[in-house]
Every structure is written in C-alpha cells, then in structure tokens.
C-alpha cells in the first residue's frame, strides 16, 4: 500500500510536467525538421537543377539533356543547354595568365 501511495505521488508531480514536455520536444524536432529541408538550402543561395523531372546532380548529365529546369528560392526558370556546355568543357571567365598559372594571390 506505501509503495502505491509513493507511486501516486510521483505521479501527481510527473503528470502536469509531461505534456509540456513533450511539447518542447516536439517543437525542438519541428524547428531541426525545417532547417533540413531542400527549401531552407535554396534560402542560402543554391539551386536545384532537373531534367525531365529527374535531379541532375553531374554535369554530364546536364549536357545530354534537352531540356533543364533550375530551382531557386524564389522560383524556377526553364534552360535549355547550348552548345559548349559539354561536361569537362572549359570554363567561362576572366582572362587567362601567361603560362596558365595562378598568379599571386598579393599582387604581381
């Protein structure tokens, strides 16, 4: 009988607390749940590229498609790949140095 009486009273104090408890968790987990989604990363400046419905993930891809459609956090726009865009194909830029170097980094 004192054991239950203990039981009961631990109860009583346990009880009022475990509601909000839970609660704060579950609103822990909500708030981490939303940061791990696609959307938050497009808020931080990437994009989401798709061919067909497919995510495209390497260039190679993106240059054997017909069609792609880039997501951004603000939108979509639909791109089609022109000539050169081939994957390994030469990047667009400045101009290049002299013998292909770096150049230094606190002026030449």
């Not at 239950?4 to 968790?25: H, I």
């Not at 749940?33 to 190679?60: F, P």
Request: glycine fraction near 16%; hydrophobic fraction near 40%; avoid cysteine.
């Amino acid at each position: 009988k004192a054991d239950l009486a203990a039981a009961v009273r631990g109860l009583a104090r346990v009880g009022p607390l475990a509601p909000a408890e839970a609660r704060r968790r579950l609103d822990t987990a909500a708030r981490l749940l939303s940061t791990l989604g696609y959307t938050e990363t497009l808020k931080r400046g990437y994009a989401v590229v798709r061919a067909e419905d497919k995510l495209v993930t390497r260039a190679e891809a993106a240059a054997g498609a017909s069609a792609l459609e880039i997501e951004f956090a603000d939108g979509k726009v639909p791109v089609v790949p022109g000539p050169g865009s081939a994957a390994g194909g030469k990047r667009s830029g400045g101009t290049p140095r002299p013998g292909g170097g770096q150049g230094d980094l606190f002026g030449d």
